[in-house]
């Protein structure tokens, strides 16, 4: 069992990488610490263990794997690249039989109420607003809770203050934290890339 926010990022740091990350998804396994920041902040707040977790956009599994180690009674993986979900099943099955791999595009997504989303969308940067399609897309499902990753700034900021609140959720708690990321594609010429994100605890609003 996991006793700490650090042993959870220790954990994480483990997940496999692309293969071949494909820059117009924006692809790059989450950074350990941010993953294991939103993973434990959902933990605590009773989101995770035994509930039924999806993870939208899961790439190579790190906040799935995160949720099955912290005792999720059941993790939805959806993906629109087949090579990554590969490489979570890989890496997952090894360990679990309480996971499933979905190959689904964002837009295209229909299931049925799931407890908690996990999730850590693309930003925009090669497909403005693709951002706040996933963060639509989770609310449509009327979890209990969602928690999410979001390059920040204070613009960005209120654009999903604003998208959650139409939704009928609020969010509860935001953690602004630098992410680093190594280099991945061709241009890229850094050692490593840091940039600003906010992670959001988003749950249903309470009306008195």
């Known amino acids: 069992m996991v006793r700490s926010k650090k042993e959870l990022e220790i954990l994480l740091s483990l997940v496999p990488g692309f293969r071949n990350p494909v820059i117009e998804l924006e692809q790059y396994v989450c950074d350990s610490s941010i993953a294991s920041e939103l993973m434990w ?7 995770i263990e035994d509930k039924v977790v999806l993870d939208l956009g899961c790439g190579t599994g ?19 690249d087949i ?15 309480n996971v499933e ?7 295209n997504m229909e299931l049925k109420r799931v407890d908690t989303v996990v999730m850590n969308p693309p ?5 403005k607003g693709i951002d706040m399609v996933f963060l639509r897309k989770a609310l449509e499902l009327q ?5 999410t990753i979001h390059k920040y700034n204070p613009e960005s900021h209120k654009i999903v203050i604003d998208v959650v609140s139409s939704y009928g959720y609020q969010v509860y ?9 190594p280099p ?6 850094r050692r490593v890339y840091r940039f600003k994100v906010a992670i959001y605890g988003i749950v249903k609003r309470r009306y008195a």
Do not use: Q, T
């Open 123 to 127: 930003f925009g940067v090669h497909r």
């Open 184 to 189: 991945i594609y061709p241009m890229h010429r």
């Open 143 to 147: 979890p209990h809770a969602v928690y």
């Open 62 to 80: 790190v906040l799935s794997y995160a949720a099955l180690i912290l005792g999720a009674k059941y993790v939805l993986c959806i993906d629109i």
């Open 83 to 97: 090579e990554a979900l590969s490489i979570a099943k890989e890496f997952l099955w090894n360990e679990f039989n």
């Open 41 to 47: 902040l959902a933990y605590i707040r009773g989101d």
């Open 173 to 181: 708690n935001v953690v602004v934290k630098d992410m680093k990321i």
């Open 101 to 107: 791999m979905i190959n689904m595009g964002v837009e």
